[in-house]
Each structure stands twice: as structure tokens, then as C-alpha cells.
């Protein structure tokens, strides 16, 4: 079994070292997955708690579009729950999309993301809901304050990362 922790006992700082250290020993998964989750995330004891007891070899990941009806389901970990939060309020409250003018230029041209959130499926999980987010917070965050907003239509599409 492959797990977070052994992933993770592998980190280097070079992301391609790391990456091809966690190939080495069976982790297969897109290298965007790969920076976003399992290195940038190195350190996450949230990540950990959650991903802990899954076997990560097996786990397959697609890129998939979703609606906004759909993104409004997703289940956010408490420990995510907060970052969600203040995306949204700074959007709302402050029209604050991102520091980032290319983040914030994304928004306004295309009324989505750069790089799609991560998402782990509920089967992966043992639940019953549909999906898990993983990465992308700040990104949920603006978009279902776009939604509420009406800035964005609830039936666009927006692509996401999915581990089955």
C-alpha cells in the first residue's frame, strides 16, 4: 500500500526529484496533480488526516468538467472550510478576486480558474458524498461567490481534477 506518508517521506525539494522518487515506488498521476497535491502539500497534517489511509497507487486521476450546480456540492474538509470562506467574503465584500493580476485577469476573461482544484471522489473515500476537495479553496471560494453573485451561471462549465 502507497500511502500519504510514504509519499511524503520521499519529499525533495526539487519538484521533479520528488516526482520521480513517488514513481519510482508507484504513485501514477498527472504532474499537475502531482506539484499541487503532493509536493506543494508536503507538510499538510489536514492532507494527511484525510488521504491517510488510502492506498494513493490506486487511485486514478482525470480532468473533468463540472457545473456551478455541481461545484456547490462538493464536501469541504473543516480544515478547508475557512480559506472557502474568506475567498468568498473578500470577493463579496471587497470585489477581491486575487492578488494575482493573472488570476484575477482568468476571472473576469474566462469566469473561472487558471488551474483546476483538486478533487478526490467520495467512493475513494468510503462516503457517500460525491467529492472531496483536496486543492483549490481560494478558487471554490471566488467561484461560488460568482455564483451567488450571478457573475457566473450556474450551468458554465469548469474543469477540475478528479481521483477515482
Not at 450546480?69 to 473543516?78: E, G, H, M
Not at 478576486?97 to 476573461?109: K, L, M
Request: hydrophobic share 40%; proline share 4%.
Amino acid at each position: 500500500m502507497l500511502t500519504w506518508t510514504r509519499i511524503q517521506s520521499l519529499y525533495e525539494p526539487i519538484t521533479d526529484r520528488h516526482a520521480r522518487a513517488a514513481q519510482l515506488v508507484g504513485l501514477s498521476c498527472p504532474p499537475a496533480v502531482f506539484t499541487a497535491l503532493f509536493h506543494d502539500r508536503h507538510d499538510d497534517p489536514n492532507l494527511e488526516s484525510l488521504l491517510g489511509g488510502i492506498d494513493v497507487s490506486q487511485v486514478r486521476w482525470e480532468k473533468e468538467d463540472r457545473s456551478g450546480v455541481d461545484l456547490r456540492q462538493i464536501c469541504v474538509d473543516r480544515a478547508f472550510q475557512e480559506a472557502v470562506d474568506e475567498a468568498y467574503r473578500d470577493m463579496v465584500d471587497n470585489d477581491v478576486i486575487h492578488e494575482r493580476e493573472d488570476v484575477v485577469a482568468s476571472w473576469r476573461e474566462t469566469g473561472t480558474w487558471i488551474e483546476p482544484p483538486i478533487l478526490l471522489s467520495g467512493a475513494v473515500l468510503g462516503a457517500t458524498v460525491r467529492d472531496y476537495l483536496l486543492v483549490g479553496s481560494t478558487r471554490l471560494g471566488c467561484l461560488l461567490a460568482s455564483l451567488d453573485q450571478g457573475v457566473v451561471t450556474e450551468f458554465a462549465r469548469h474543469q477540475v481534477w478528479v481521483g477515482h
